[in-house]
């Protein structure tokens, strides 16, 4: 088994495409729209299956906000440097809610930002080559 993908409801499907492309450096892989039942897929991600997990955002169409609920927690990105990242992404437009630095209690660099839905991301800073790079 391995994981395919994490699927997160939108308010704005262009939107949250940019954010996810143009702040977060991640490609569209593909999009669908299903009018029957009136929704649209767009998957996005650093690459695509099988080599990494991906990123569904659907949006249903006239639905601009929802819940967030108390049970999600994050989505993890893996980065060469967590201080460089957030400099781009607050440059590219982004919402970095936690800055670059140390864990509580411990030494791992990680950043948190939110994405226009108000989605949490993590940003865990990892040496070159090491599995889960996500930002570029």
């Not at 490609?27 to 999009?31: A, K, M, P, V």
């Not at 040496?127 to 090491?130: C, I, T, Y």
């Given at each position: 088994m391995r994981l395919l993908h994490t699927m997160?409801?939108?308010g704005n499907l262009q939107r949250?495409?940019?954010f996810y492309t143009q702040v977060l450096g991640m490609?569209?892989?593909?999009?669908s729209e299903n009018p029957e039942y009136k929704y649209s897929l767009a998957f996005v991600g650093y690459e695509g299956n099988p080599a990494q997990a991906e990123i569904e955002l659907t949006y249903n169409w006239g639905t601009e906000t929802y819940e967030m609920g108390t049970a999600y927690g994050h989505i993890a990105l893996g980065v060469p440097d967590a201080y460089a990242a957030c400099e781009k992404i607050k440059a590219a437009?982004?919402?970095v809610t936690r800055e670059a630095g140390p864990v509580k209690g411990g030494s791992t660099?990680?950043?948190f930002v939110t994405d226009p839905d108000g989605y949490k991301i993590e940003l865990i800073q990892r040496?070159?080559?090491?599995e889960g790079g996500g930002l570029r």
């Open positions: 997160l409801r939108v949250a495409i940019d490609q569209l892989l593909r999009t437009g982004g919402n660099v990680i950043a040496k070159e080559g090491a």
